[in-house]
């Protein structure tokens, strides 16, 4: 279902920008994000330095003298969990091991990162330029990605250690995301429809087992555009 999704977005992209329109006014975007996950096992805890970095390259084609349109295009997006949920892998299988980090003094900080090439397909409105040209706009779309790339840091005083190649991590995702503004800032919002994980487990000091399938990515912050 999920590479489904992302041919169909590569399809619809590719017609998008098959019919490029030579006045497009937002065709590069930069969006600064806090990221966090929901609905996360009791006892993971996410850090307020997580954050989002997302690039996208993108075509229109406007209708309604240039107020109502279809856009779409590539990206690149890197998430940064910091959390207190540490992940390592077996050297011999490459099976990820997860532990939760219950002394916080002990380490500077531990994250998980994940970055994907995306493609973001989005319906565009935007009143008419003043004489500066700047304008209010109301975006709304669907982002689907492939990823690229994948790694957990623990970093104490003394070491600063990285696993990469996270297979436990969803391989595509896809989710929607908004954005509201005026001139070049605008309002980001972002709320996965998949989860972060595919895969993975570990255990709680009681005993029991927490999955985190059901951990959700959201993301929100500002958006540079030119």
Known sequence: MKPLLLTLGIATSTTILAQIDTDNKDWFTYDLTSD????????????????????????????????IGISGGLGFSS????????????????DQQYAL?????SYRYNKVTSQ????????????????????FRLYAGVRVGVRVHSYSQYVTEEVDIRYGNLDDL????????????YSFISLYGYYGLTGLFQNGEFTLPDGSTAELKRAIPVSFGISFTI
Do not use: C, V
């Open 36 to 67: 966090i996950l929901i609905e996360t096992p009791a006892g993971y805890e996410t850090d307020w330095r997580s954050n989002g970095h997302h690039f996208s390259f993108m075509f229109e084609k406007m209708w309604s003298k240039g107020r």
């Open 79 to 94: 998430n940064n969990f910091y959390n207190n949920l540490r992940i390592t892998t077996q050297e011999n299988t490459g």
């Open 101 to 105: 980090l219950t002394d916080t003094a």
């Open 116 to 135: 994907y090439i995306d493609i973001p397909i989005e319906i565009r409105y935007r009143t008419t330029p003043n004489t500066k040209g700047r304008f």
């Open 170 to 181: 969803n391989r595509f995702r896809y989710g929607l995301y908004a954005r509201i503004g």
